[in-house]
């Protein structure tokens, strides 16, 4: 719990390509109650070494909210409807936050 009776809930970090992708991917981890929120923010420069490489690319970042028990559904659709071949998907717990906000990711994340 990450304040008293409030539920666990992670960020959940990926990137891609194209502001179109990153809405796509937002939207459909909402609609599948996978995510409560979803930010999209970009284009940022991402630098990382690819296949011996050292690589530059212009992506958007998707920061996701969800709970602990929603994570691996998240992960695995996320694998799924990604197109990278290696995707970043990273989770941080939220160690502080409002408890009416974190209710919420919770109760919108419910199946």
């Known amino acids: 719990m990450s304040e ?5 809930v992670l ?15 937002a939207r459909g ?9 979803a930010q999209v923010s970009g284009p940022v420069t991402a630098v990382y070494r690819w296949e011996g490489a050292i690589e530059e690319s212009r992506e958007w970042q998707l920061l996701l ?4 028990a929603r994570y691996e559904a998240l992960e695995t659709w ?8 290696t995707p970043e998907i990273i989770a941080t717990p939220v ?4 408890a009416a906000y974190l209710t919420w990711v ?4 419910t199946e």
């Open 106 to 109: 919770a109760t919108e994340t």
């Open 4 to 8: 008293a009776g409030a539920p666990t």
């Open 29 to 37: 981890a909402i609609e599948a109650r996978l995510a409560a929120c």
């Open 95 to 98: 160690t502080h936050g409002s």
């Open 65 to 68: 909210k969800t709970t602990t």
């Open 78 to 85: 996320l694998r799924e409807a990604h197109d990278y071949e």
């Open 11 to 25: 960020t959940v970090l990926t990137t891609t390509d194209t502001a179109d992708k990153a809405n796509a991917l």
